[in-house]
């Protein structure tokens, strides 16, 4: 089993930054690919990025390239989604999850934190 733990949500003006953190612990020696994932009220939850094991893919919606960055440290085992020049389009409850491949579509993805509310206003 592997807990994840998201921090960092909160309220922005339009045109700010937000960095959201997410924290594994459990069965963290197993290589999972991490990724993030939102989902705003009365939508479904949608892909935003992800990552592999070692950090050198990354894969990001095409809504939030050029602005949002993923990352992870494995030796903390976390992984970070920097957001900038956020709109409030982005405003959702936004979800760290791991898996066994990076990709896309979150039933591909086993475990999931509790998600963290970013909210944007213009």
């Known amino acids: 089993q592997v807990q994840l733990v998201e921090s960092g949500g909160g309220l922005v003006q339009a045109g700010g930054s937000l960095r959201l953190s997410c924290a594994a612990s459990?069965?963290?020696?197993?290589?999972?690919?991490m990724g993030w994932f939102r989902q705003a009220p009365g939508k479904e939850r949608e892909f935003v990025a992800t990552?592999?094991?070692?950090?050198?893919?990354?894969y990001y919606a095409d809504s939030v390239k050029g602005r949002f960055t993923i990352s992870r440290d494995n030796a903390k085992n976390t992984v970070a989604l920097q957001m900038n020049s956020l709109k409030p389009e982005d405003t959702a409850v936004y979800y760290c999850?791991?898996?066994?491949?990076?990709?896309?579509?979150?039933?591909?993805?086993?475990?999931w934190g509790q998600g963290t509310q970013v909210t944007v206003s213009s």
């Open positions: 999850s791991a898996g066994r491949l990076a990709t896309v579509m979150s039933r591909d993805y086993d475990y």
């Open positions: 990552i592999s094991w070692t950090g050198t893919g990354t």
């Open positions: 459990g069965r963290t020696e197993v290589a999972f690919a």
